[in-house]
């Protein structure tokens, strides 16, 4: 459980990692950096109007990501008790065909190349149903960094509104950030006031 919660934690820090960044000229041009003089890029308490975002914190402390992760892993153990359960059946069977092989119970050679065919069937069959398990796992994994990315993505344009920020970094893609820069806790907060109020 705790390497499918490191997996989704890192999936979802990769999916959205990119959709930070926040810029405040409306027309979509990127902000001059040769001609413009140095000064107009610091605030009038000489910082930068930027600030970063800790991926990693803010999905430990987010709810939504938190019911989104434990939903994918009841999920997982749900297709993975499904998969047991038949996985164990099909070695039962396994087991009864060749104790009933070595005491040459079957009554005809058909009779044993029939259970054959039917123990090969149902062996097929359920790597056919792992493979699908599998491949719906991954499926609901994708909608739910999807989703998490649009909840997030949506939050911080509403959020640097009144904020005005130029840029709103991801600390996944620095390599250091002065920590007085870091808004995650503000955003967590706002966030998971924002999805009870859904809620």
Known sequence: MKTATRFMHSAMALAIAMLFIQCKNNTGQ?????????KSNVTSSNRLPIAYVNLDSLLVKYDYAKELNEKLIRRQENARASFNEKARELDKEGAEFQRKYQNNAFLSQERLEQEQQRLLKKQQDLQTLGQR???ENMQEQVKMQMQMADSINNFIKEYNKNKKYEVILNN???LYIDPSYDITNEVVDMLNKRYHAKK
């Open 30 to 38: 990127t902000a001059q950096t040769t001609e413009t003089p140095a």
């Open 133 to 135: 398990l599998e491949s």
């Open 172 to 174: 996944t893609s620095t």
